[in-house]
């Protein structure tokens, strides 16, 4: 079993920073993806970024160029984000992808950006 758990969440004004970590820990193996997907009441669960063990990130275009993804071994992934702003208000997952799809989840950690 592979149990994902997020930290770094908070409030924060607009045009802040926040840092979120995730480790995985359990049976991990077999890694395809590892990113951040979020969602804010009313709407449904978005990526936000992705990185592919050996690959290259993915963003989605409001994150571009503010947000930062990477990963500092097989087990944990970051989300750096910059210049926040009140619209990326939302509950934050970490997400493990294996090479045969099966997704894994974090509980999710909670970021404010207020006006």
């Known amino acids: 079993q592979v149990q994902l758990v997020e930290s770094g969440g908070g409030l924060v004004q607009a045009g802040g920073s926040l840092r979120l970590s995730c480790v995985a820990s359990?049976?991990?193996?077999?890694?395809?993806?590892m990113g951040w997907y979020r969602q804010s009441p009313g709407k449904q669960r978005e990526s936000v970024a992705t990185i592919r063990t050996g690959g290259s990130p993915n963003y989605a275009d409001s994150v571009k160029g503010r947000f930062t993804i990477s990963r500092d071994n097989a087990k944990t992934v970051y989300l750096q984000m910059n210049s926040l702003k009140p619209d990326d208000t939302a509950v934050y997952y970490c997400?493990?992808?294996?090479?045969?799809?099966?997704?894994?989840w974090g509980k999710g950690t909670l970021v404010t950006v207020s006006s």
């Open positions: 997400n493990l992808r294996t090479l045969v799809g099966t997704d894994y």
């Open positions: 359990g049976s991990v193996f077999s890694i395809n993806t």
